[in-house]
């Protein structure tokens, strides 16, 4: 089992920065690739960065290429996301995600979830 808790969600102005963390716990979280998603009002849940276990390969969304950067400290079972210039149609709530691979977390059939963090971006 492994659970998750995301903190740094808020209020941010277009052009700024915000980190998200999400704390894992678990014997084995470190060996899990992990990744977040998001969900704005009305929309159907998307990924938007992944990274393995190793912290070496990561992936991003289309949309935030270039913007947001995804890292792990596996010392302290956290990955972050590092939303820089964020956009207010950035704006939803952030889960984060682990899986065996980046592969299932892709898929969507993500076996282990956090409750979610709201970020909102205002123009």
């Known amino acids: 089992q492994v659970q998750l808790v995301e903190s740094g969600g808020g209020l941010v102005q277009a052009g700024g920065s915000l980190r998200l963390s999400c704390a894992a716990s678990?014997?084995?979280?470190?060996?899990?690739?992990m990744g977040w998603f998001r969900q704005a009002p009305g929309k159907e849940r998307e990924l938007v960065a992944t990274?393995?276990?190793?912290?070496?390969?990561?992936s991003y969304a289309d949309s935030v290429k270039g913007r947001f950067t995804i890292s792990r400290d596996n010392a302290k079972n956290t990955v972050y996301l590092q939303m820089n210039s964020p956009k207010p149609e950035d704006t939803a709530v952030y889960y984060c995600?682990?899986?065996?691979?980046?592969?299932?977390?892709?898929?969507?059939?993500?076996?282990?979830w956090g409750q979610g963090t709201q970020v909102t971006v205002s123009s």
């Open positions: 995600a682990a899986g065996r691979t980046r592969v299932v977390l892709s898929s969507g059939v993500v076996p282990y």
């Open positions: 678990g014997r084995t979280s470190s060996m899990y690739a």
């Open positions: 990274i393995n276990w190793s912290g070496v390969d990561t």
